[in-house]
């Protein structure tokens, strides 16, 4: 049988559509929890301004201007810093890490003629959770090591690594093993992976850049740009989840 990413995206859309509540329930869950630990450890926007200033130091004097710059900075705002980082991670890393296994887990079981709502979906995928919380984190390290040193690397990887979270969701595996049939079955269907990538990788800067816009309190745009990213993944995570089953067929 052969793939189209024309027919994949056609799919999608209409999964997308059908299924819209049960996914709407997942994001807006994944988006809460996003939005809750960001509120809790970034309070206000005068911390965020003070790493907007490391990132500065960085471009303009390089890792070792940074450091002295750091080492000058009063105590609270080291300690800034550190909490925004954190807060930026830590929101998005269990954002995602609930919208995976929702989608995931939510996609799994109508494939196999279950009926589950959105909350179900999630209560069911938490045997999962550790594995793709181990996924999300080994991918997303590897992919932005690769878009930092340069951007063609973090993009092969992020097309290798593509198929491996409904791998790890549709069999009894673990992360490391999904991750490498993810890699053969990925390449082996790359043209039709890629698009899927390159899309997902340019709405999100979009929405970055919509976003930064708008003079509202920074905890709203967030929540607002976690809510329309979320949307976005889930989507790509039905895209790939589709490809991961018709790839497998014809492996």
């Given at each position: 049988m052969s793939i189209s990413a024309n027919s994949l995206f056609r799919d999608s859309i209409n999964f997308f559509k059908n299924q819209l509540n049960g996914l709407f329930t997942i994001v807006l869950i994944a988006t809460a929890i996003s939005v809750i630990v960001?509120?809790?450890?970034?309070?206000?926007?005068?911390?965020?301004?003070?790493?907007?200033?490391?990132?500065?130091q960085l471009l303009d004097a390089g890792n070792a201007g940074l450091q002295n710059w750091v080492l000058n900075l009063p105590e609270d705002e080291k300690n800034s810093i550190l909490r925004v980082s954190m807060g930026l991670i830590l929101s998005v890393a269990l954002g995602s890490l609930v919208l995976m296994c929702g989608v995931l887990s939510y996609i799994a079981n109508l494939s196999r003629g279950e009926a589950v709502n959105g909350t179900q979906a999630l209560v069911s995928s938490l045997p999962k959770a550790p594995a793709m919380f181990l996924l999300l984190i080994i991918c997303s390290l590897l992919i932005q090591l690769g878009i930092t040193l340069m951007v063609l690397p973090g993009l092969i990887l992020a097309i290798g690594f593509s198929l491996a979270p409904a791998i790890l969701m549709n069999e009894k595996v673990n992360p490391f093993n999904a991750m490498g049939r993810s890699w053969k079955l990925a390449f082996a269907n790359w043209r039709i992976a890629a698009p899927m990538?390159?899309?997902?990788?340019?709405?999100?800067?979009?929405?970055?850049?919509?976003?930064?816009?708008?003079?509202?309190?920074?905890?709203?745009?967030?929540?607002?740009?976690?809510?329309?990213?979320?949307?976005?993944?889930?989507?790509?995570?039905i895209y790939f989840f589709r490809l991961y089953m018709l790839s497998s067929k014809n492996a």
């Amino acid at each position: 049988m052969s793939i189209s990413a024309n027919s994949l995206f056609r799919d999608s859309i209409n999964f997308f559509k059908n299924q819209l509540n049960g996914l709407f329930t997942i994001v807006l869950i994944a988006t809460a929890i996003s939005v809750i630990v960001y509120a809790m450890l970034i309070p206000n926007e005068r911390m965020i301004g003070v790493l907007l200033e490391a990132q500065n130091q960085l471009l303009d004097a390089g890792n070792a201007g940074l450091q002295n710059w750091v080492l000058n900075l009063p105590e609270d705002e080291k300690n800034s810093i550190l909490r925004v980082s954190m807060g930026l991670i830590l929101s998005v890393a269990l954002g995602s890490l609930v919208l995976m296994c929702g989608v995931l887990s939510y996609i799994a079981n109508l494939s196999r003629g279950e009926a589950v709502n959105g909350t179900q979906a999630l209560v069911s995928s938490l045997p999962k959770a550790p594995a793709m919380f181990l996924l999300l984190i080994i991918c997303s390290l590897l992919i932005q090591l690769g878009i930092t040193l340069m951007v063609l690397p973090g993009l092969i990887l992020a097309i290798g690594f593509s198929l491996a979270p409904a791998i790890l969701m549709n069999e009894k595996v673990n992360p490391f093993n999904a991750m490498g049939r993810s890699w053969k079955l990925a390449f082996a269907n790359w043209r039709i992976a890629a698009p899927m990538i390159l899309i997902w990788m340019a709405t999100q800067m979009l929405v970055s850049m919509l976003l930064s816009s708008l003079q509202l309190n920074h905890i709203v745009v967030n929540g607002i740009s976690f809510l329309i990213n979320n949307m976005i993944a889930a989507f790509a995570l039905i895209y790939f989840f589709r490809l991961y089953m018709l790839s497998s067929k014809n492996a």
